[in-house]
């Protein structure tokens, strides 16, 4: 039988995330602090790190990826990056999660290259509250962005929407509007407490999937769908008959560590074996060592997940737990 990552609580690691840069064009007050240091290029995995880690990842069974970061597609190399992983056979899927500023450029060739889903990231419609939520986005380049991907011939575009109380909690519907006339789907994402942020009080600001839900019940009414995404997302479909489809990630009302089959990859080369944990092993240190060999990676890789915590703990009412910041991490 091939190889499997299976943890110390029978869970098997099929799905890898990996973070291809900390940085980004944009500071979104949930995600980054306005001055933000980054890592030096030096302590960032290249591409070709990033392609022997995901072979050995693919080697143990991993049959899906997504790229994120920061900013995925602030970083050179991005394009030939997809084209390798791509190609790597055993991958069933290669998606991406992006803020959808470089998409109007680069929407056609990641579609060339072998991407085969995107994410993308949208909290608001209003030009300047959109530019207030990003600090430095603009609202028209990302929907521009969006039609490009469309246009590129992506299916099943993905939004996704963190809904702050006193912020964007008014335009729940006018997202939902978006969506059904575009044919997109949308996950709204509970805000998490990872990393120190100074905009706002995230106990202050924090709504729940279930009151989103409630919103949104008001004019539709939705029915669970049973497909599992591989995600932690839970869907739901119009009873309308509409396409679309709308997910909750709910990490803080509906813990999803039961079924967590992912672990994620820092740009800096760490493997977090959990989103809201510490616990962590240097890829980058062994893929230094012993570069272009996959053995030393593939049984560090197995070994660690006997490291994976059986689940995240998460309270808003402790300031910060985790001092990473999301783009640290790799959304
Ligand atoms: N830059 C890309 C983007 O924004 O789509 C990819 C990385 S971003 C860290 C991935 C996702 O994490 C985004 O959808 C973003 O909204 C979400 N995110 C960032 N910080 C978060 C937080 N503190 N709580 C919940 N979601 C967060
Ligand atoms: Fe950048 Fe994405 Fe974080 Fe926003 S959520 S600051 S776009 S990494």
Redesign the pocket.
């Given at each position: 039988m091939a190889d499997q990552l299976i943890d110390k609580f029978n869970r098997v690691v099929d799905y890898i995330r990996i973070?291809v840069t900390d940085r980004?064009d944009?500071r979104?007050v949930?995600?980054?602090a306005e001055d933000m240091t980054f890592a030096p290029r030096s302590e960032i995995l290249s591409i070709e790190e990033i392609t022997l880690i995901a072979q050995a990842f693919v080697e143990l069974g991993v049959s899906k990826i997504r790229l994120?970061?920061?900013?995925?597609?602030v970083r050179k190399g991005v394009v030939d990056l997809v084209s390798n992983l791509s190609k790597l056979e055993g991958l069933q899927e290669l998606n991406?999660?992006?803020?959808?500023s470089q998409l109007p450029t680069l929407a056609s060739p990641l579609k060339a290259a072998g991407l085969d889903r995107l994410?993308?990231?949208l909290?608001s419609l209003k030009a300047d509250r959109f530019k207030a939520l990003t600090r430095t986005g603009d609202l028209d380049t990302v929907i521009e962005g969006i039609k490009s991907a469309k246009n590129a011939g992506f299916k099943r575009i993905k939004l996704?929407?963190?809904i702050l109380k006193g912020q964007n909690d008014d335009e729940i519907m006018d997202l939902i509007q978006f969506v059904r006339s575009n044919e997109l789907d949308i996950?709204f994402?509970?805000?998490?407490?990872?990393?120190q942020?100074d905009h706002h009080d995230?106990a202050q600001t924090f709504i729940d999937s279930a009151y989103i839900q409630e919103v949104i019940e008001k004019s539709y009414k939705l029915t669970a769908v049973d497909d599992v995404s591989g995600g932690p997302s839970r869907y739901w479909r119009f009873d309308d008959g509409h396409k679309s489809r709308i997910g909750f990630?709910s990490?803080h009302s509906h813990n999803f560590c039961g079924s967590c089959n992912r672990v994620r990859i820092t740009a800096k080369g760490k493997l977090l074996l959990c989103l809201g944990n510490e616990h962590s092993v240097d890829l980058k240190a062994v893929v230094r060592k012993y570069p272009n060999k996959l053995e030393p990676l593939k049984q560090v890789i197995r070994e660690a997940m006997m490291i994976k915590p059986e689940r995240h703990e998460f309270d808003l009412a402790q300031d910060v737990q985790i001092l990473r910041?999301?783009?640290t991490?790799?959304?």
């Open positions: 973070s980004c944009f979104c949930y995600c980054m994120t970061g920061g900013e995925p597609l991406m999660t992006s803020n959808g994410n993308i990231s909290d996704n929407a963190v996950s994402i509970e805000e998490m407490p990872l990393g942020i995230r990630i990490p910041f999301m783009n991490t790799g959304g």
